[in-house]
T-cell receptor
């Protein structure tokens, strides 16, 4: 595929609302990563999938955050009962393998919780 | 908590001038160190990658250096262009995890 795509690009949610962010990785890429980037900061690791297996979710900030990749391709990051501190850019990246391979980033979804 | 520190936080340079960005890290051990360029509203794009044994790597007008003993890296931009205006992020990789610096915002003015 052309590159990593994410949707929506922008999302405004009311506090308490649930949101779902989608990531379409590069076709054939085994590994998929989610990051959270606060304004003026570098991205922070959230979770990592190898195919459909979620191998690391240590970066998820709370149990309101849930990610899945059921068929080893498209992934969804779900945030339940959104809070204002969840406002950030959520970046998705994919790579051919996990270790040492370049991660290719999508454009991100900018989430604003009011 | 942050294991990758970058300086300066931001800088403004005139078109055609050179600049150098700094990165100090404490991540250990590490697989490689990368410099990413992130344009506003876009995802980061890898510029250079260096492993433990490499001291320098160039990509066009971008030259990265690495001193693994002092855990320092730099990114030098030569003959800056307006399109170089972006955030430059130092990223240290350990296994599959990336540790990002906060980035240096570079503004190139005509």
């Amino acid at each position: 595929g052309a590159g990593v795509s994410q949707s929506p690009r922008y999302k405004v949610a009311k506090r308490g609302q649930d949101v779902a962010l989608r990531c379409d990785p590069i076709s054939g890429h085994v590994s998929l990563f989610w990051y959270q980037q606060a304004l003026g900061q570098g991205p922070e690791f959230l979770t990592y999938f190898q195919n459909e297996a979620q191998l690391d979710k240590s970066g998820l900030p709370s149990d309101r955050f849930f990610a899945e990749r059921p068929e080893g391709s498209v992934s969804t990051l779900k945030i339940q009962r959104t809070q204002q501190e969840d406002s950030a850019v959520y970046l998705c990246a994919s790579s051919n393998r996990a270790v040492g391979e370049t991660q290719y980033f999508g454009p991100g979804t900018r989430l604003l919780v009011l | 908590k942050n294991q990758v520190e970058q300086s300066p936080q931001s800088l403004i340079i005139l078109e055609g001038k050179n600049c150098t960005l700094q990165c100090n890290y404490t991540v250990s051990p590490f697989s490689n160190l990368r410099w990413y360029k992130q344009d506003t509203g876009r995802g980061p794009v890898s510029l250079t990658i260096m492993t433990f044994s490499e001291n320098t790597k160039s990509n066009g007008r971008y030259t990265a250096t690495l001193d693994a003993d002092t855990k320092q890296s730099s990114l030098h931009i030569t003959a800056s262009q307006l399109s170089d205006s972006a955030s430059y992020i130092c990223v240290v990789t350990h296994d599959y995890k990336l540790s990002f610096g906060a980035g240096t915002t570079v503004t190139v003015r005509a």
